[in-house]
């Protein structure tokens, strides 16, 4: 059974930093591209970030220097370091796998599993 926990939500400042997490489990992580996206109350799902089996990066403008996407496949675990945060980042946070495996992209691509999200609130 595939399983995505996100991890590392909380409370922070404008211009904080947090480091969210995403244990993966029940597939052959390194095999498959993985995205962040998030959802803010009242709108829709927002990719924000991807990494390619091969570790090759991609973001959303919006989010471009700010929020930095890495994987550990040895430890089947997806991170996403996110400083300067603004107050328009709270949302919950997930972490979603692709459809398939091997699967390569410059963007968001076709969506598999998601996890259950981990809250992010950005206030003074």
């Known amino acids: 059974e595939v399983q995505l926990v996100e991890s590392g939500g909380g409370v922070a400042q404008p211009g904080g930093s947090l480091r969210l997490s995403c244990a993966a489990s029940?597939?052959?992580?390194?095999?498959?591209?993985m995205s962040w996206v998030r959802q803010a109350p009242g709108k829709g799902l927002e990719w924000l970030s991807r990494?390619?089996?091969?570790?090759?990066?991609y973001y959303v403008d919006s989010v471009k220097g700010r929020f930095t996407i890495s994987r550990d496949n040895a430890k089947n675990t997806l991170y996403l370091q996110l400083n300067s945060l603004k107050i328009e980042a709270t949302s919950m946070y997930y972490c979603?796998?692709?459809?398939?495996?091997?699967?390569?992209?410059?963007?968001?691509?076709?969506?598999?599993?998601r996890g259950q999200g981990t809250q992010v609130t950005v206030s003074s």
């Open positions: 990494i390619n089996y091969d570790g090759s990066t």
């Open positions: 029940g597939f052959t992580f390194r095999t498959y591209g």
């Open positions: 979603q796998r692709d459809s398939r495996a091997g699967f390569w992209s410059s963007g968001s691509a076709s969506a598999g599993p």
